[in-house]
Structure formats: C-alpha cells, structure tokens
C-alpha cells in the first residue's frame, strides 16, 4: 500500500469516526437548531488550515505509541459512551494524521480548538457550567434591576420582578448556543490573530465575552415581559434576541481580534542605500 493510500485511509477512518461520535448519544437532536451548525467547526479547520501540502516524513515510533493511546482512549470512550473522552482522543488523532500526512504550517496547532468544539460534548455532558451560568447571570439580573429601583427577587434561576416569575432556562440564558459562540470565536482568532500569545488571551476572554452578552439577552428578555407580557418575551422575540445577541458576540469577538492583531502601517519612508 503506497503512503497516498495510507493517508487516504486514515483520513477516511477519521471521517467514520467523527460520524460515529454525532451517532453515539443522539440526545443533540432535541435543540438540533443549536448544536448541528457546530459540525460545520470540521469544514472550517479545513479551510483555514490551507494549504494542506502532502509531505513524506516516515511514522516515528512516538507518533504511533500517541496513535495507539488515543485509539485506546477513543475506544474506551465509545464503551463509557463518554462525548468528553470520544472528542478528545479523537482530536488527538486528527492532529497526529495532519503532522505526519501534510508539511508544517505555523498555527495549524489551533485547529485543535476548532475540532474540539466541533462536537456536542460541552452542552450534553457538561450542564453544571450552563446551570453555573444561569445562576450567575441570574444574581447580576437581580442586582441590576434592584439598582435601577425595581424591586426584585431571585430564588436559584428564578426571579420575581415586580411579582411578574421569570424563570430563567437555559435556552433563556443561551446556554444551547455556547458552544457555537465560542466555535465562532475561535474560528476568527485563528484566521485573523497571528501572534501566538494574542491568540491565548482572546481564548480567555472568549466566555466572559459570552457570559456578558448571555446576561444582555436576559436583561433584554426581562424588560419585555415587563413592558409588554410574557408570551412576547417568549415567543418570536425571544429567538430575535438570541440571533441578535450572538450577532452582537461575533462583533465584540471581531473588534477584539483587531486589537489584538492591528494591521500594518505602510511606510512611506525611503532607505538610502549606504
């Protein structure tokens, strides 16, 4: 088998896998809206990872050791029927086929981010950070609104705002949407951000960016229901705000990778040979 077939084969392996990881818990298609576009994060790793240029460097005994760890570990996470450990190894084997089919390209290692929020693991295995932003947009909601004199009271993610309940869910708090926002994030620091550090410290900023803007849509949501009633609030308005709020996102996420990577300034000085 020649290396053209070899790396066509694993490629194709992949491909079975990252399937097999969509097939293994199904219980995305409940807010398929939300987290099906997050497939779109493998399209986009092949897109900003250009050009892929096919290199003959041999499979050293390292990379296959790796190889082997994450097949075990991806196997035994299909077994647990663990999203976590399924996404992770098999993002460590894609990493490790595009190193040893494809030459070296300076920030290809951030496609790592990119392939890891590619998969539904975040929203359907990790619902104590949701409810953790749930409950702390909820209590800054509680102060905002007793700080602008309107009496309110909160009990967990619930609040009573001038005796109107507003129960803050997690489509209300736009927890189904997370991951796409931080995909999207990522997505743009990595095409747009050159410098290494810049780009670790728009990772870092990239959920208080979605926290802040989470809480806008409940301040939104809440100033609806009490202006008008609650089935406006809940209804067309409510997936208004959330497509306004993520467009709001990728804004702040887009003026923040200008700071972070400005343009250059063409000079308009003449060298004088010496």
């Known amino acids: 088998m020649t290396r053209r077939h070899q790396v066509q084969l694993a490629g194709l392996a992949l491909a079975l896998g990252a399937i097999s990881i969509w097939a293994r818990d199904r219980a995305w298609m409940k807010m398929a809206a939300d987290t099906l576009p997050l497939a779109f ?3 986009l790793a092949v897109f900003i990872g250009r050009p892929w240029q096919p290199r003959t460097t041999p499979f050293t005994r390292n990379h296959q050791l790796l190889t082997a760890i994450s097949a075990v570990a991806f196997a035994s996470g299909w077994v647990l029927g663990c999203l976590t450990l399924l996404t992770v190894s098999w993002t460590f084997l894609a990493m490790l086929w595009a190193h040893w089919a494809f030459d070296h390209h300076p920030g290809r290692a951030r496609l790592a981010w990119l392939l890891l929020l590619s998969f539904p693991w975040l929203v359907i295995e990790w619902p104590l950070i949701g409810w ?3 409950l702390s947009s909820a209590t800054v909601a509680e102060q905002f609104f007793n700080l602008v004199l309107i009496p309110t009271q909160r009990s967990g993610t619930h609040l009573n ?7 803050i869910e997690p489509a209300c708090a736009g927890w189904n949407v997370l991951q796409l926002t931080l995909l999207a994030g990522v997505a743009l620091g990595t095409s747009e951000i050159q410098n290494p550090r810049h780009f670790s410290l728009l990772l870092f900023l990239l959920p208080g960016i979605a926290w802040l803007a989470n809480l806008l849509r409940i301040l939104i949501l809440a100033a609806l229901a009490l202006s008008f ?3 406006m609030a809940s209804g067309v308005m409510h997936e208004f705000t959330g497509l306004a709020v993520l467009a709001a996102v990728l804004a702040m996420i887009k003026g923040f990778c200008f700071l972070l990577n400005p343009p250059r300034q063409a000079t308009s000085r003449i060298i004088k040979p010496s």
């Open 229 to 231: 009633d609650t089935q």
């Open 41 to 43: 994060g493998l399209l």
């Open 161 to 167: 705002i001038l005796g109107l309940p507003i129960d």
């Open 132 to 134: 953790a932003f749930r």
